[in-house]
């Protein structure tokens, strides 16, 4: 308790540069939460993809339809438990910075193979009686204020024209990382309507009876329409998800360099600033040996110092970042569901300790060192 006490004043001797230390890291930490969230953003869809689900796109492009015919022999194929398909709808509401994703999908079988996307049963007895209806996603709801009973009209661009749709019901996730900014209307709809592209589909959903058995079926579903019109790939629904992150260039590198390097930055900031405060107190230092105060007990004192700093400092980035991520995450949905998880956190936390004791160690082996006779010569 008393090293404590000697630690905290000296902390409160210098409040200007203390407080510019904490300060350093919180920011850092507020980065280092930022960055991370974005990367869970980006990664949300192939970290909630389901093990028994596969993703059967043309081979070509994945925006090139496959015919609806496929859904059939898809279900003939040994492992195969559930086919679903959804169509890229891409309409603009309102403004073309209302970007939210909507899909197309098979009213019958969607919510069964996507058993995560919790809808109410009325929502879900709505959606089936209803042609024109849609289903809105909880963070989509609370971005636009969609309620169920409006009426939602998009403008299409990718099949022209003015769209109105019904919405009678609001989805949930399952997890709290799960995306709910997006919308799903009825691919009846759309096939009724569009001119072009009737008897197509965006893509196949296969859901495989066991996920053990899931590169099996990946090659006999690629094998069953070899060398036809519309040959397909197929390849887990994680991977799949993980393409549209890869189109955005290597994300994951880029957060890595610019934390590692704001880590860096701060190591040395906060190294020089220790070194100071001991050169400052080196008189002190000296005093302390003389009454008593051993090597290693100083030593500990000068890494109490910087431990308590990089937690102070790490605590407060950390708890800005959870408080400020949430809305930006609905600010800027295009980037996914961001926030800060309890792990986030914790590793975040332990960072900070760690480039704290290792920013205070040469300071603090200095302190160690010193020779008294030296350290009083100096005053």
Do not use: H
Request: net charge positive; aromatic share 10%.
């Amino acid at each position: 308790m008393k090293s404590f006490r000697l630690v905290w004043a000296n902390l409160r001797r210098k409040k200007v540069r203390t407080t510019l230390a904490i300060g350093s890291f919180a920011v850092a930490l507020f980065l280092f939460g930022l960055l991370a969230a974005v990367r869970m953003g980006f990664r949300g869809g192939a970290d909630a993809a389901g093990a028994n689900r596969l993703a059967v796109i043309n081979r070509v492009s994945l925006i090139l339809p496959l015919p609806l015919s496929y859904r059939d022999r898809l279900l003939k194929v040994p492992g195969v438990a559930a086919v679903t398909y959804a169509s890229w709808f891409g309409g603009v509401y309102q403004d073309e910075r209302n970007f939210f994703p909507q899909f197309a999908v098979d009213k019958d079988t969607w919510f069964d193979v996507y058993a995560d996307n919790v809808v109410s049963p009325e929502g879900r007895d709505a959606f089936m009686k209803d042609r024109q209806a849609c289903l809105v996603g909880r963070a989509l709801a609370k971005r636009f204020g969609f309620k169920v009973g409006d009426r939602l009209p998009l403008r299409g661009t990718i099949w022209t024209g003015n769209w109105e749709f019904n919405v009678v019901g609001v989805y949930d996730g399952n997890r709290p990382e799960a995306d709910t900014s997006g919308m799903f209307f009825r691919a009846d709809y759309l096939e009724e309507r569009r001119a072009y592209g009737k008897g197509t589909v965006g893509y196949y959903v296969v859901k495989v009876g066991n996920p053990d058995d899931a590169v099996q079926v990946t090659k006999a579903i690629d094998a069953l329409f070899e060398n036809s019109p519309f040959e397909t790939r197929t390849q887990t629904e994680k991977s799949f998800a993980a393409s549209f992150a890869k189109q955005m260039g290597n994300v994951e590198l880029l957060i890595m360099t610019i934390g590692s390097v704001v880590f860096f930055t701060l190591l040395l900031v906060t190294g020089n600033t220790m070194a100071i405060a001991v050169r400052e107190r080196s008189g002190e230092l000296a005093v302390l040996k003389t009454v008593g105060f051993s090597d290693r007990r100083v030593l500990g004192l000068i890494l109490a110092e910087a431990v308590l700093i990089a937690g102070q400092g790490g605590f407060i980035g950390l708890a800005l970042a959870k408080l400020v991520i949430p809305r930006l995450s609905r600010a800027l949905p295009m980037l996914g569901v961001l926030y800060v998880s309890p792990l986030t956190f914790a590793a975040g936390f332990v960072l900070a300790i760690a480039v704290g004791a290792a920013a205070g160690l040469l300071p603090a082996i200095g302190a160690m060192r010193l020779r008294v006779v030296d350290a009083l010569r100096r005053i």
